[in-house]
T-cell receptor
Framework: DTAVSQTPKYLVTQMGNDKSIKCEQNLGHDTMYWYKQDSKKFLKIMFS???????INETVPNRFSPKSPDKAHLNLHINSLELGDSAVYFC????????????FGNGTRLTVT | KNEVEQSPQNLTAQEGEFITINCSYSVGISALHWLQQHPGGGIVSLFM???GKKKHGRLIATINIQEKHSSLHITASHPRDSAVYIC???????????FGTGTRLTIIP
């Protein structure tokens, strides 16, 4: 049973396209996150939702829009993809927003050509 | 200067050696996380701690709040421990994690 699953694992697309990455957790956690890992392997928070409510929104271009239909799902939609969006995107969840351990998905490697 | 600094950046050791990876941070924190990223890319949470010491198998994590420093130790290291180890802190009053740049560990058989 995969605890945090994200799809697709690989995504190759052209500049200007719109794409989505889906994330689902079956752990019953309240809080979900999107992280971006750049080419130097540096992780940075993008968004966090707690019970479908946006609680963290870092300085991310508004081409990126998270959507949480319910607390088990947090999808990431990206409009007008740019070369610089190429990275690995990780979804994660935690029991609550105050600092419980994180559970990560396996990542989605996005390549924009 | 990053709020979270790790050392060393890269570490190569022989199988069986005792490994220490260090993490220093510059802000008051509510919790510190140690993560492991496998060569295949997956990330696993190893420890979350706010004081003292935690142990899980061959892994030990310690934190000194006054000195703003944490260490991750691996005893009897094994090639399967080869991975990138990442320290992350949650600042007091802030819900987001700030990550270190990671330590790439390679254990040679």
């Amino acid at each position: 049973d995969t605890a945090v699953s994200q799809t697709p694992k690989y995504l190759v697309t052209q500049m200007g396209n719109d794409k989505s990455i889906k994330c689902e957790q079956n752990l019953g956690h309240d809080t979900m996150y999107w992280y971006k890992q750049d080419s130097k392997k540096f992780l940075k928070i993008m968004f966090s939702y707690n019970n479908k409510e946006l609680i963290i929104n870092e300085t991310v271009p508004n081409r990126f829009s998270p959507k949480s239909p319910d607390k088990a799902h947090l999808n990431l939609h990206i409009n007008s993809l740019e070369l610089g969006d190429s990275a690995v995107y990780f979804c994660a969840s935690s029991q609550d927003r105050t600092g419980s351990p994180l559970h990560f998905g396996n990542g989605t490697r996005l390549t924009v050509t | 200067k990053n709020e979270v600094e790790q050392s060393p950046q890269n570490l190569t050791a022989q199988e069986g050696e005792f490994i220490t990876i260090n993490c220093s941070y510059s802000v008051g924190i509510s919790a510190l996380h140690w993560l492991q990223q496998h060569p295949g890319g997956g990330i696993v949470s190893l420890f979350m701690l706010s004081s003292g010491k935690k142990k899980h198998g061959r892994l030990i994590a310690t934190i000194n709040i006054q000195e703003k420093h944490s260490s991750l130790h691996i005893t009897a290291s094994h090639p399967r421990d080869s991975a990138v180890y990442i320290c992350a802190v949650r600042s007091r009053g802030n819900e987001k994690l700030t990550f270190g740049t990671g330590t790439r560990l390679t254990i040679i058989p």
